[in-house]
């Protein structure tokens, strides 16, 4: 079993939907939880990241972390074409002389006019 | 804003060949990752390092080998190159050691091994 579970789509909606994207993990020492963006033939950019349970919003994006459920989430509302893109979560834990990030196989989202 | 430099956005190689891959981050980060990314496997981390001549193993060294030689600069060789080598190979930077923070990344390098 993989530590981070992510259904890798893809997943196809209509300009102005909201969106929700999905990721489970199994180790629960897992501290720190970040969701990337990455357009094709581009590197993974950075969209939000969080320490604690509950609710973080920026603009449209709204990062949920449950860590009782071992479940995160990414909803994004008044979805764009531009959102047309693979989504990665990714989660972190400090060992040895610094943080590993273990990431989601990405879920690759389009949005249609 | 963060800028992390590959050198190379494509390179074709042939099995033997001694490849090197580098990656400049300009942002006096003290951590420089190495990943490659392929299609239903994710990212997988290769090597790491939190400091000058310092390394880790990642998930997935076997056939690599990294240098850092200076802190802005972080470099991947593959010694031998093999075909199931061909993948897409990301450099990160974050920057402190020991904390848990984002990484950030590079446009990747498409290496295709033939």
């Known amino acids: 079993q993989k530590e981070v579970e992510q259904d890798p789509g893809p997943l196809s909606v209509p300009e102005g939907a909201i969106v929700s994207l999905n990721c489970t993990y199994s180790n629960s020492a897992f501290q720190y939880f970040m969701w990337y963006r990455q357009y094709s033939r581009k590197g993974p950019e950075l969209l939000m990241y969080?320490?604690?349970?509950g609710n973080k919003e920026d603009g449209r994006f709204t990062a949920q972390v449950d860590k009782s459920s071992k479940y995160i989430s990414l909803f994004i509302r008044d979805s764009q074409p531009s959102d047309s893109a693979t989504y990665l979560c990714a989660m972190s834990l400090i060992t040895g002389g610094g943080n590993k990030l273990t990431f989601g196989t990405g879920t690759q989202l389009k949005v249609e006019l | 804003d963060v800028k992390v430099t590959q050198s190379s956005r494509y390179l074709v190689k042939r099995t033997g060949e001694k490849v090197f891959l580098e990656c400049v981050q300009d942002m006096d980060h003290e951590n420089m990752f190495w990943y490659r990314q392929d299609p239903g496997l994710g990212l997988r981390l290769i090597y790491f390092?939190?400091?000058?001549?310092?390394?880790e193993k990642g998930d997935i060294p076997e056939g690599y080998s990294v240098s850092r030689e200076k802190k802005e600069r972080f470099s991947l060789i593959l010694e031998s190159a093999s075909t199931n080598q061909t993948s897409m190979y990301l450099c990160?930077?974050?920057?402190?050691?020991?904390?848990?923070?984002?990484?950030?990344f590079g446009d990747g390098t498409r290496l295709s091994i033939l």
């Open positions: 969080t320490y604690s349970s």
């Open positions: 990160a930077s974050s920057l402190l050691r020991g904390q848990n923070q984002p990484q950030h």
């Open positions: 390092s939190y400091d000058v001549k310092m390394k």
